[in-house]
């Protein structure tokens, strides 16, 4: 079975600074997905970046970008110019892209950050 | 932002009742999914379907289940509610066909809190 963990509960990141938020994973697949979301106070859980196991190219959406790490199972999310509506919880998730696989996410454990004016 | 709701939004019941929670899309697609958000877990598959009457067990299903009568409503039942519980209720959706192109992004509802005194 696959299991995702983010070792840092709270993190703390200086306005304008950055910060680079840490996931690792499991699994003996060879084709999956990596997410990031956010997830705010008001609760609604959203996309922030999404990584394909077989694209070697980091993925990047403006002020955030990972870096993947297969043959370590490493999947970091680095949020660059930090700014006080980035804090948030975040939580780094995989899903399986075995042919009939349901779609169903893998979530870890999520990661507060607080941003500090 | 794709269209899901949940009702109701919260909810406070007691020990041994029943619960039904809500989940509704507008956006025709295909897999619908429970989680349970709980504190150092991350978010957990309660249950999922895959079409209309079809559904199956995710990581935490004991003391729920599930129906899906039309493409559109996902019903998740508590029914003899615990303290153990006590959580937030997130509702997902994914796998949509637009001319042709498949696309398999997760989204999440607003959340339901629910109370069990």
């Known amino acids: 079975a696959q299991t995702v963990t983010q070792s840092q509960p709270e993190m703390s990141v200086q306005e304008a600074e950055t910060v680079t938020l840490s996931c690792t994973y499991d699994?003996?697949?060879?084709?999956?997905?990596l997410f990031w979301y956010k997830q705010p106070p008001s609760r609604q859980m959203i996309l922030v970046i999404r990584?394909?196991?077989?694209?070697?190219q980091n993925a990047t959406e403006n002020r955030f970008s990972v870096n993947f790490q297969k043959a370590a199972k490493s999947f970091s999310l680095k949020i660059s110019d930090s700014q006080l509506g980035d804090a948030a919880m975040y939580f780094c998730a995989y899903r399986s892209a075995r042919s009939g696989n349901t779609g169903k996410l893998i979530f870890g454990q999520g990661t507060t950050l607080q941003v500090k004016p | 932002d794709a269209g899901i709701t949940q009702s109701p939004r919260h909810k406070v019941t007691e020990t041994g009742t029943p619960v039904t929670l809500r989940c509704h899309q507008t956006?025709?697609?295909?897999?619908m999914y429970w989680y349970r958000q709980d504190p150092g877990h991350g978010l957990r598959l309660i249950h999922y379907?895959?079409?209309?009457?079809?559904?199956d067990k995710g990581e935490v299903s004991d003391g729920y289940s599930v129906s899906r009568s039309k493409t559109e409503d996902f019903l998740l039942t508590l029914e003899s509610a615990t303290s153990s519980q006590t959580s937030v209720y997130f509702c997902a959706i994914s796998e949509s066909r637009l001319a042709g192109v498949i696309s398999y992004e997760q989204y999440f509802g607003p959340g339901t809190r629910l109370t069990v005194t």
């Open positions: 699994t003996s697949e060879s084709d999956y997905y």
């Open positions: 379907s895959y079409g209309v009457k079809d559904t």
């Open positions: 956006e025709n697609h295909r897999y």
């Open positions: 990584q394909e196991a077989y694209k070697q």
